[in-house]
């Protein structure tokens, strides 16, 4: 999540991938962390970038430059870890990137895990939804009602009101998000891995993915 943060790091393989999480997730729960886990990847990817961990903090936000060299030491890391908004980067002694994403609630946990999971699904679905007005993100699904208007009669009332403003949140319930939206719930547990091809499929019974916004039947892999 964090990009190539560190040169000449190592991509990681399936093992790797495994072997790194683990201990982290182990490091983690050894500092006091109530939630911590990873996004699940796609099934047939053998390829990592980076290990991405999603945690809630075992205290408050000033501790968190402690934790961070807490983390760092017990990865062997190299290099001082690499902060930007809630993700830190480390570089592990073997030189592979963990990115660490801070949330703040066990709700905020459920919907970031769930946005990671699965490769791009929330970001390929995400964009379907804004034809709708909807937004899928990292604090769930809402809504932008100002999509709705027509731009010339809010120019005619000179009454506008910012795109925050007109944002409302409906819920960052996962399990309903996923049935609000026709997708498989399972995609919703934070375990099961599905292939390219299952995620793509996943995507296309969505009642709001248009196939005419796309060239579906001259893609074989998603048709």
């Known amino acids: 999540m964090g990009g190539h943060v560190f040169e000449d790091s190592k991509r990681l393989s399936s093992e790797d991938l495994q072997l790194v999480t683990n201990h982290v997730l182990q490091i983690l729960t050894g500092l006091g962390c109530t939630k911590a886990g990873s996004p699940p990847e796609l099934a047939d990817k053998h390829s990592f970038g980076d290990v991405d ?5 075992p205290y408050e936000i000033q501790g968190i430059k402690e934790f961070n060299t807490s983390v760092a030491a017990a990865l062997q890391s190299p290099v001082s870890p690499v902060v930007n908004g809630n993700v830190t ?9 963990v990115d660490l994403i801070r949330v703040e609630s066990a709700m905020q946990y459920a919907t970031t895990r769930a946005f990671m999971s699965h490769g791009d699904f929330s970001a390929i679905l995400g964009n379907e939804l804004t034809r709708w007005g909807f937004k899928l993100g990292m604090d769930g699904l809402s809504i932008d009602l100002a999509s709705a208007e027509d731009p010339s009669l809010v120019a005619a009332s000179g009454y506008t009101i910012s795109r925050q403003q007109a944002r409302v949140h409906l819920t960052s319930d996962v399990v309903q998000i996923y049935e609000f939206l026709g997708v ?5 547990n934070g375990i099961t891995r599905v292939t390219l091809d299952e995620m793509l499929r996943a995507i296309m019974g969505s009642p709001f993915f248009d196939p005419a916004h796309h ?6 892999a998603v048709s």
């Open 184 to 188: 498989p719930a399972h995609l919703a």
């Open 89 to 97: 980067s480390f570089l592990t002694v073997d030189r592979f990137q």
């Open 53 to 57: 961990v999603v945690y809630v903090p």
């Open 215 to 220: 060239g579906v039947g001259a893609d074989p």
